[in-house]
C-alpha cells in the first residue's frame, strides 16, 4: 500500500487576515517603506526607487564608486540644501581629495557650515565617524572608509539608528562582493554626456538589478552649458574626462566642462 501524497498547500492569502493586520504586512518583493525621515535625494526616479522616497536617516547609506571623488558630489548635489536646513552642517571626514569649499558653496553649502576632518589612519577615520554619528548632528554625515569591515559597518549601523542626520559611507564598487550590514547600499558610476548610472544592490525588499539613468549636471553648470554640451555622448564625454585628467597632470587649465567640481584638483 503506498503511501498518501503529501498535502499541497496553497500560498497564504493576506487578504483573509483582517484589514489592519493586512496593511501592516509586508512582501519582500516590494520596496518597503521608511520608518524613520528620509530627505529627497533631488532625483524623482531615485527617490521611487528608495524606500521611504529619499535618503534615509537613523541608518546607514553605503554608496559604492567605481572611483573616489568621481561620483559623490553629482550624486548628492541636489539633496545638499535640504541637508543644510535647520542650521545643518556638512562633516566630511578623510575625503580623498581637499574639499573645494567655493564649489560647495555653489551647490548650497556655505563655508563656515563645512567641517572637514582629516584622518590618516583606517583606525582614526572609522573612530571620527564613530564619534560623529553618535553625537547625532544636524545635517549630513559623508565618510569615506574604503578598508572598513563588514563588524566596523555593523557598529557604525547600530550608532547610526540614534542620528537623525543621513549618514553616507564611500567604499570601492569591488566591496559589493563583501557582505554589508548597511541596509541601503546603492552603487553609482558615469553613464554618457552628464548622467549617472545608479543600482541598488540591496534595500529593504528586491534589489534594483537594472541601472536608473539619472540626468545629473551641476546646478551651478546647468544654467550656463550650452544645449549641445548637455547632452555630450559617450566617447565625446570619456575624452573630456581623459583631458581633463591629463590637464590635472600637467598643470593645464582643464576644460570648462569640469568646472566647479567640490573637490580641489
Known amino acids: 500500500m ?52 529619499g535618503w534615509p536617516t537613523h541608518s546607514l547609506t553605503e554608496l559604492l564608486l567605481p572611483q573616489a571623488t568621481l561620483c559623490e558630489w553629482r550624486l548628492l548635489g541636489p539633496a545638499l540644501p535640504s541637508f543644510m536646513e535647520s542650521a545643518g552642517r556638512l562633516y566630511l571626514i578623510a575625503p580623498p581629495k581637499p574639499p573645494h569649499a567655493a564649489g560647495l558653496a555653489q551647490l548650497g553649502v556655505p563655508a563656515d557650515r563645512l567641517v572637514w576632518i582629516r584622518a590618516a589612519s583606517p583606525a582614526d577615520q572609522l573612530w571620527v565617524t564613530e564619534q560623529i554619528v553618535k553625537s547625532d548632528p544636524a545635517g549630513a554625515v559623508l565618510s569615506w572608509l574604503p578598508q572598513a569591515r563588514p563588524e566596523q559597518i555593523r557598529r557604525l549601523q547600530v550608532h547610526a539608528q540614534s542620528c537623525d542626520a543621513p549618514v553616507f559611507l564611500f567604499r570601492p564598487a569591488a566591496s559589493l562582493h563583501e557582505a554589508s550590514p548597511a541596509p541601503l547600499r546603492v552603487s553609482v558610476a558615469l553613464a554618457g554626456g552628464w548622467e549617472l548610472e545608479v543600482r541598488i544592490p540591496k534595500r529593504r525588499g528586491a534589489s534594483l538589478d537594472a541601472p536608473l539613468l539619472l540626468a545629473a549636471v551641476p546646478g551651478n553648470l546647468a544654467a550656463v552649458l550650452p544645449p549641445r554640451l548637455k547632452s555630450v555622448p559617450a566617447p565625446a564625454a570619456a575624452l573630456v574626462r581623459e583631458e581633463a585628467s591629463d590637464a590635472r597632470a600637467l598643470g593645464r587649465v582643464a576644460p570648462p566642462s569640469t568646472a566647479g567640481v567640490p573637490f580641489a584638483h
Open 2 to 53: 503506498s503511501a498518501p501524497a503529501p498535502a499541497v498547500s496553497s500560498p497564504f492569502d493576506p487578504g483573509a487576515l483582517p484589514r489592519h493586520v493586512a496593511a501592516a504586512v509586508w512582501r519582500g518583493s516590494e520596496v518597503g517603506g521608511g520608518a524613520a525621515r528620509t530627505v529627497s535625494t533631488g532625483f524623482g526616479a531615485l527617490d521611487d526607487q528608495l524606500p521611504g522616497g
